[in-house]
């Protein structure tokens, strides 16, 4: 079974810093994906950023981007200029099609982070 | 527009009640999941239909049941088997050749009086 691991469950930073939240997991796959999903106080899970195991460059979505290492199964995201906006929950997740849950993800506890003025 | 609804936003239960949490998409997908949230946790899978009637048990399957009649609709029903079904249930829909991208919906929140 995989497992998601996130190490920090509550993490700040200042209005325009930059911050870092980790995530290791636990796999014996070779082909997977990774997530990073954001949950605001509405509630709504939102799609951060996105990884192929298979591709090495590590992906960026404006001021989101990961440090994908994949031998030592660790994807951490890395906030730029933070905003007051991305407070909110941060989840990460685990993707591989199996048999018997097709390709649901596999979370991480989530990581509370909260941005100051 | 396009989107996932989950409907009601709250939602409370006596002890020993059949409820049906409502999850429609009007996005054409194919595949569609429920999720639960307990605080603390991120989301657990409870059950997972890749086509029109047919569906699979996901990791806490026990105390729950779903139908698939309509591409559109995923409706899941928590009976009363389910021991501590108070949590927030998010639904969710995938394309089959995009299946690393789940869309959610907004949630409902079930409350065990």
């Known amino acids: 079974a995989q497992t998601v691991t996130q190490s920090q469950p509550e993490m700040s930073v200042q209005e325009a810093e930059t911050v870092t939240l980790s995530c290791t997991y636990d796999?014996?796959?070779?082909?997977?994906?990774l997530f990073w999903y954001k949950q605001p106080p509405s509630r709504q899970m939102i799609l951060v950023i996105r990884?192929?195991?298979?591709?090495?460059q590590n992906a960026t979505e404006n001021r989101f981007s990961v440090n994908f290492q994949k031998a030592a199964k660790s994807f951490s995201l890395k906030i730029s200029d933070s905003q007051l906006g991305d407070t909110a929950m941060y989840f990460c997740?685990?993707?591989?099609?199996?048999?018997?849950?097709?390709?649901?993800?596999?979370f991480g506890k989530g990581t509370s982070l909260l941005v100051t003025p | 527009d396009g989107g996932i609804t989950q409907s009601p936003k709250y939602l409370f239960r006596k002890e020993g009640q059949n409820v049906t949490l409502s999850c429609e998409q009007n996005?054409?997908?194919?595949?569609m999941y429920w999720y639960r949230q307990d605080p603390g946790q991120g989301l657990r899978l409870i059950y997972y239909?890749?086509?029109?009637?047919?569906?699979q048990k996901g990791d806490i399957a026990e105390g729950y049941s779903v139908s698939r009649e309509k591409k559109e609709s995923f409706p899941l029903t928590v009976t009363s088997a389910q021991k501590n079904p108070t949590a927030f249930y998010l639904c969710a829909s995938s394309i089959p050749d995009r299946a690393d991208t789940q869309y959610f919906g907004p949630g409902t929140r079930l409350t065990v009086l």
């Open positions: 239909s890749q086509i029109v009637n047919d569906f």
């Open positions: 796999t014996s796959e070779n082909n997977y994906y």
């Open positions: 996005l054409n997908h194919d595949a």
């Open positions: 990884q192929e195991a298979y591709k090495q």
């Open positions: 997740a685990f993707m591989k099609f199996k048999a018997n849950s097709g390709y649901a993800l596999n």
